[in-house]
């Protein structure tokens, strides 16, 4: 989703291609043999495998809505930001979201301690608009489809926590007409050949 998020507002052409990863297409093994999504495939014939790596890329080509970070302090911030995010939030949430498929009971421990981090945004959006600081940024895109997932696996308790203004951020992310564009269903790519932007 976040990949998405940043190819729609850097506004650069690029061909979707939605593939079911139970029955991955062989071009798509071609291209990225670890065989997982995101992948990008450029011009030039590099292939990009991760979702954060086609955010920056996308970005930089054209950074339409000021996402990137525009000094120093801002950039430590925003990187310690998605490290935190993308390491021990993410460990949380898919132990908390599939405890079984770790050998455990259930997910509550890992949803407490997912909850330590979600809190510690919250103090942030106390003082700030956005996690980006006064505008949506890429802090807040790389963060905000994993909160979304934290958030669904049990709505009911999610809702009922001390975090009013986490909620609220995440709410306006679901309403948005980014969201709502991202979210789009494509029907599934069945191709023999692999086709990457035009030059």
Known sequence: ????????????????????????????????PKGTVPVLCLPAGEVLEQSLDIMRWALLQNDAEAWLPNSPDEWTFTNAGIAL?????????????????????????????????????QVHLQTHAFLSGDRWGLLDACVAPFVRQFARTDRAWFDAQPWSQLA????????????????????????????????
Do not use: C, T
């Open 1 to 32: 989703m976040r990949a998405r998020l940043a190819l729609r507002v850097s506004g650069v052409a690029y061909e979707h291609r939605e593939v079911a990863l139970k029955a991955k297409p062989a071009d798509m093994l071609v291209a990225s």
């Open 85 to 121: 995010n993308d390491g021990d939030f993410k460990a949380h949430l898919d132990r908390y979201k599939y405890p079984q498929r770790f050998g455990l009971i259930d997910g509550l421990q890992h949803r407490a301690q997912g909850a330590e981090v979600l809190m510690r945004w």
């Open 168 to 199: 609220q951020w995440l709410v306006a992310f679901e309403n948005s007409e980014a969201f709502a564009a991202v979210m789009h269903k494509h029907p599934l790519w069945a191709s023999s050949q692999l086709e990457r932007l035009p030059a």
